[in-house]
């Protein structure tokens, strides 16, 4: 099983739309057995694969299952959650943890733990890693995705540390070029108090119950969001004003990955793909609570649309194979 989180500290970057397909493609086209944990207090991943009555359910009635039910727990001092439920989405054919808006409210309990763990604390180590003794129940998965926000926060540090891979979508503008930046930074700053604190830790055998990570690999970047057009080969290429900025995007993250984030070894390029504007296929897509490939004429697909949902599902399967070939290295 390899886990893989979705991460990137620029919101608005089509990384939850992104996610979702590409977990659907895994599942229905490359007969992965998928797994999608929402940790985004936001929720839309949740919101994305399951209809509104799956959402009344669970938001609204006391005996649903969610993210939050993980953490809860921990912030009780009850240790680990004993029992996890998991819900199928009918349409993405994946399994899912579902999110909650309340996981906002374990900001607090993980930042404090986390800074007991850089002291070398076992229980701040343990709530520090609660995401790697959750990904130990589900090793008969053959990938893991996380959803996580915009943050740099403590939720998100701490599911990168249980995750073996991270990918950044990004937007094709200047702030997500500065956004790497900012992550290179954020991850060099956590890593070494990570590591401080694991070798001034007294923990005695057992006491910490999972393998300790010492940090996650970057296993590359997908751009979107550009307006492209067809060139006289009939290849679709981003238009001028976007491939200025797709081209520089390899620079700044060997530039700025290089020293503080760990890459996979003897990759050149960590470029997985490039998703072009889809438009009204993503609205479409999102109504229905379908991938954009999935969707049908009883989806409302008519005409040209017919073509642009074949081209999606070429564009995604690109990624998909990928980045599972990145993650298999």
Not at 13 to 40: F, H, P, Q, W
């Amino acid at each position: 099983m390899k886990s893989v989180a979705f991460f990137n500290n620029k919101g608005g970057v089509g990384k939850t739309t992104l996610l979702c397909n590409i977990a659907s493609y895994m599942a229905t086209e490359l007969g992965k057995r998928v797994l999608v944990i929402d940790a985004d207090p936001q929720c839309n991943a949740t919101q994305y694969m399951f209809d509104d009555k799956f959402l009344e359910y669970l938001y609204e009635e006391t005996s649903s299952f969610t993210i939050y039910n993980v953490i809860r727990p921990l912030a009780q001092g009850k240790g680990y959650s004993k029992d996890i439920k998991l819900h199928h989405s009918p349409h993405f054919h994946v399994d899912v943890i579902a999110g909650d808006p309340r996981l906002a409210l374990t900001e607090d309990l993980l930042a404090r733990d986390w800074g007991a763990a850089t002291a070398g604390d076992v229980r701040g180590i343990r709530t520090s890693v609660l995401f790697v003794e959750l990904l130990n129940r589900y090793h008969h998965y053959d990938v893991v995705f996380f959803d996580v926000g915009p943050s740099l926060g403590s939720i998100n540090r701490a599911v990168l540390l249980g995750s073996d891979y991270f990918i950044s979508p990004m937007a094709t503008d200047i702030f997500s070029l500065k956004a790497i930046e900012n992550i290179a930074e954020w991850f060099s700053e956590w890593t070494k108090k990570w590591k401080s604190g694991l070798q001034n830790s007294d923990a005695e055998p057992g006491d910490i119950p999972v393998q300790i990570p010492e940090t996650v690999t970057f296993a590359g970047y997908v751009t979107q969001q550009y307006l492209a057009k067809k060139d006289s080969t009939g290849t679709r290429r981003a238009v001028n004003a976007y491939d200025r900025i797709i081209s520089q995007v390899g620079s700044v993250v060997q530039k700025n990955f290089s020293d503080s984030i760990k890459l996979i070894p003897n990759v050149t390029d960590y470029n997985i793909g490039t998703i072009p504007n889809l438009f009204s296929l993503i609205p479409m897509s999102q109504t229905r609570r379908k991938p954009i490939f999935g969707l049908a004429s009883a989806d409302g697909i008519r005409g040209a649309h017919f073509a642009k949902v074949r081209d999606a599902k070429e564009i995604f399967g690109r990624v998909a194979r990928k980045l599972d070939k990145n993650i298999s290295l």
